[in-house]
């Protein structure tokens, strides 16, 4: 059996075009199943005893989704918050990284995971682009492929991702390739709405149904009707409101408050979190029946850790958008110093991703000199320069900044002794031991300065 990477890029010439992952499959050695088979159609398997999971059981030890298997660097197993644990190799685990051969126990199951000489081949989008989204990076093009897939549909669309990585965005990007495009988009920020109207905000209410309904007022799936609805921030809906908003998408209409008679509906949900909401379900806070009604079709968007190739490409788009407003700027706004000059910005974690990105870059335009960035391009390129990295520094620790310029400080010292340690520790009054300590705690090595 193949040892060899995980995650194979294929490319023609230097672009990438499809991703190769290295498949496997479970086989149920012991329990009510035994000599059943599963193999992922993509990059995850999904184990439990109702749809959508990809390995079905009838072991009544089992939860409705009980565990999940994705294939990325690593074959990692996340068990779903199951009633009854699961175990790899004996151990009860919420996460573990499988090695072929192990066994995974769930209820009185016992499944073999082993790796498969067939591969599952992910084909990459061809453009670099989706609906206004951007990103050449794999992460973003393998999200593009599926959204160009799943937006055609009509099927309740659920996105995960970390805070800032653009969630909306997607959502939007969904709803204008869909059948809906003409027809309104909608959000609603379930964290935003104070809990006394959100039953309003989302249903609508009739005149006089409570104090200061002075008027009639459709809600949030009314005024969408024919388009899209996006219930952003999802997690932080309220448990009592929950089976009213399963109701609306099973029936298909709206109960406004006050109303003696259903208004009927025709709107797409998408919604966005995130929270973990399987994690929740497991809490007893999100209810298990709309969390499958919501999750017919799921996807992840990556964060900037995920993509940092994207990072100048990124910031150099917002930068040109805010000096020339409307594609103005001529050539000078397009050429290819503009991402050359943001490189520096991929070695940052970015926790709030692309928007603290985006944050940072509008803010050294703001403080940018407004005639040189009008100005020679070469002049507009070095005055952007210097105003994003002192932007970019001050959001980063403390400690981080100090071993940042501590780090710059020994590079240049040991350059400009040209290696020699005893002088280098001299002009820094410290003990040469104590300068070569540091040099290995910063992994600096003088043959790769002079």
Not at 72 to 82: K, M, N, P, T
Not at 336 to 361: A, Q, S, Y
Request: aromatic share 4%; glycine share 8%; net charge neutral.
């Amino acid at each position: 059996m193949s040892t060899g990477p995980i995650t194979t890029i294929l490319r023609v010439g230097e672009r990438p075009v499809a991703v190769e992952v290295r498949g496997f499959q479970l086989t149920v050695v012991e329990g009510p199943d035994r000599g059943k088979e599963a193999r992922p159609a993509g990059r995850r398997l999904v184990v439990g005893t109702h749809a959508p999971s990809d390995l079905v059981l009838a072991d009544p030890h089992v939860s409705r989704q009980h565990l999940r298997i994705d294939a990325g660097d690593e074959y990692v197993l996340r068990d779903l918050g199951s009633t009854n644990g699961t175990r790899v190799q004996g151990v009860r685990v919420r996460e573990a990284v499988l090695d072929d051969g192990m066994v995974i126990e769930c209820g009185s199951t016992r499944l073999r995971f082993h790796h498969i000489e067939a591969p599952t081949r992910i084909e990459l989008a061809a453009e670099d682009a989706f609906e206004g989204l951007i990103g050449k990076s794999v992460a973003m093009r393998e999200l593009f492929a599926l959204l160009a897939r799943i937006a055609i549909a009509d099927a309740p669309v659920l996105i995960e991702g970390e805070t800032g990585t653009g969630k909306e965005r997607v959502a939007r990007a969904v709803h204008a390739r869909s059948r809906r495009a003409a027809r309104p988009f909608v959000v609603f920020d379930c964290a935003a709405v104070p809990a006394t109207l959100i039953e309003s905000e989302l249903f609508g209410h009739e005149k006089g149904s409570f104090t200061g309904a002075t008027d009639r007022r459709a809600g949030v799936f009314e005024r969408a009707d024919g388009g899209t609805v996006l219930l952003d921030e999802l997690g932080e809906l309220q448990l009592e409101l929950q089976p009213k908003l399963l109701r609306v998408l099973e029936s298909n209409e709206v109960w406004r408050v006050g109303a003696q008679k259903a208004t009927p509906i025709d709107v797409r949900v998408v919604a966005a979190t995130n929270r973990d909401l399987q994690a929740r379900v497991a809490e007893g806070l999100f209810r298990e029946d709309l969390y499958y009604r919501l999750a017919v079709v799921t996807l992840r968007v990556p964060s900037l850790r995920e993509r940092r190739d994207d990072i100048p490409l990124l910031a150099s788009s917002f930068a040109r958008d805010r000096i020339f407003p409307g594609g103005a700027g001529g050539a000078g706004g397009r050429g290819p110093g503009w991402e050359t000059i943001f490189e520096f910005m991929k070695t940052h974690d970015w926790p709030g991703n692309v928007r603290e990105l985006r944050n940072v870059v509008e803010r050294a335009v703001i403080m940018a000199d407004p005639k040189l960035l009008a100005g020679d391009p070469l002049d507009a390129l070095a005055e952007l320069r210097k105003k994003a990295e002192p932007a970019l520094r001050r959001r980063v620790s403390l400690r981080a900044a100090r071993d940042q310029t501590e780090r710059e400080y020994l590079e240049d010292l040991v350059r400009s002794t040209d290696g020699n340690l005893d002088q280098a520790a001299e002009i820094a009054e410290v003990h040469r031991k104590s300068l070569e300590r540091l040099l290995r705690e910063y992994g600096i090595k003088r043959g790769e300065l002079k």
